[in-house]
């Protein structure tokens, strides 16, 4: 088995959300940084779709300007994160549409 090649396969999202998970669990002090760092990367990487001729959807946009506020107001992460996962929630359930 050619771990590289088998990563070639998974999604960037996934790639991202478990690297940010192992350092999370492994230096925990700095879990805002990895929320605010994955955040930015989650929604860059939405952004990128753009370029490649398909339309911009609202959860990068929504990723991005947490990503902005956790870096820039740690100590709201828990606020930030719970809005985040709501509207997330809302708009995968067909509620909330953009």
Same mark, same amino acid.
């Given at each position: =088995?050619?771990? *590289?090649? =088998?990563?070639?396969?998974? *999604? =960037?999202?996934?790639?991202? @959300?478990?690297? $940010? +998970? /192992?350092?999370? /669990?492994?230096? #925990?002090?700095?879990?805002?940084? $990895?929320? $605010?760092?994955? &955040? /930015? &990367?989650? !929604? @860059?990487?939405?952004?990128?779709?753009?370029?490649?001729?398909? $339309?911009?959807? #609202?959860? #990068?946009?929504?990723?991005?300007? @947490? !990503?902005?506020?956790?870096?820039?107001?740690?100590?709201? &992460?828990?606020?930030?994160? +719970?809005?985040? &996962?709501?509207? /997330? !929630?809302?708009?995968? @359930? +067909?509620?909330?549409?953009?």
């Amino acid at each position: =088995m050619d771990i *590289p090649q =088998m990563l070639q396969h998974w *999604p =960037m999202e996934a790639v991202v @959300a478990i690297v $940010a +998970g /192992l350092v999370i /669990l492994l230096v #925990p002090r700095i879990l805002n940084y $990895a929320i $605010a760092a994955y &955040l /930015l &990367l989650i !929604g @860059a990487l939405g952004l990128l779709q753009f370029f490649y001729g398909q $339309a911009i959807r #609202p959860m #990068p946009i929504i990723s991005l300007v @947490a !990503g902005v506020v956790v870096l820039i107001k740690p100590a709201i &992460l828990n606020y930030v994160v +719970g809005i985040y &996962l709501i509207l /997330l !929630g809302l708009r995968e @359930a +067909g509620i909330l549409r953009f």
